[in-house]
């Protein structure tokens, strides 16, 4: 089985790896109280293709029972502890500031599924006690779209797009199609820090990188202002990096030809 041990931390994540992953989010979900498939689609950000196939795996397993359109738990999950360990091992690494930029891409490059999800509970702080006040109303809504143009081979790519958040709340943020393939991995991050947006998305196995100009993704704002400050993309100077990657693993240059663009659609 394909597999990946990361030089820093010493974990090995494989597909196997993954898929437990998975069946501890779905379960996390449900232990809660009974959840519909959209309902768990919601929390888990699977796929409708892996979601369905992940239920029945379960249900076959009698980890969960179906019972009039809903899926509970039917006892407890031998998934459960390797899911939470495997999570607690890779965020101690993230401690490690020197291998915070790259986390990103292994994640993406070993194929989760799980996307922005997982993410956000590698990078999340411990809970906070609930706050009764809602929160700023958010006013209305403007899409901004990330382009590539003239770029050869690209593979993957990350992004880092900072906003005021007092000012700006992100909606949605979803792939622009540009590295659609046969297990194309698109990840989106909003709890790396205060204003901070991460965003990537890469080809999978011995998939050839693609060549020429188009979009890689649309992020949707919320504004709590009429006057606020537009979001902007940093390359460098924060926590994390913004770069192209060719299937070789080797940085393509960002200047003159190869060009990366955060524009406003609406």
Known sequence: MPQVTCPNCGMTINLENRKRIDFNLIVDAAKKQPRTFTELLHITKLSRKTLSLRLKDLCEKDTLVKDAGMYKLNGASEFENDGRNFVKGFSRAFH??????????????????????????????????????????????????????????????????????????????????FLEGEYPFFVDATDVDDGVLLLGCTLYGDAPGRDGSGRLAEIVFGYFTQDYEKPAMIFTGGIFDTYLLDSHGSVILIGNSTMLQLSRLN
């Open 96 to 177: 490690d500031r020197r291998i915070k930029t790259g986390l990103m891409l292994i994640a993406l490059l070993i194929g989760y599924s799980t996307s922005g999800y997982v993410l956000a509970r590698f990078f999340a702080s411990p809970p906070q006690p609930t706050k009764i006040n809602p929160g700023p109303v958010i006013l209305g809504e403007f899409a901004m779209a990330l382009d590539v143009s003239n770029v050869n081979g690209l593979y993957a790519w990350q992004a880092v797009i900072t906003f005021n958040s007092s000012e700006l709340k992100v909606i949605e943020a979803t792939s622009g199609g």
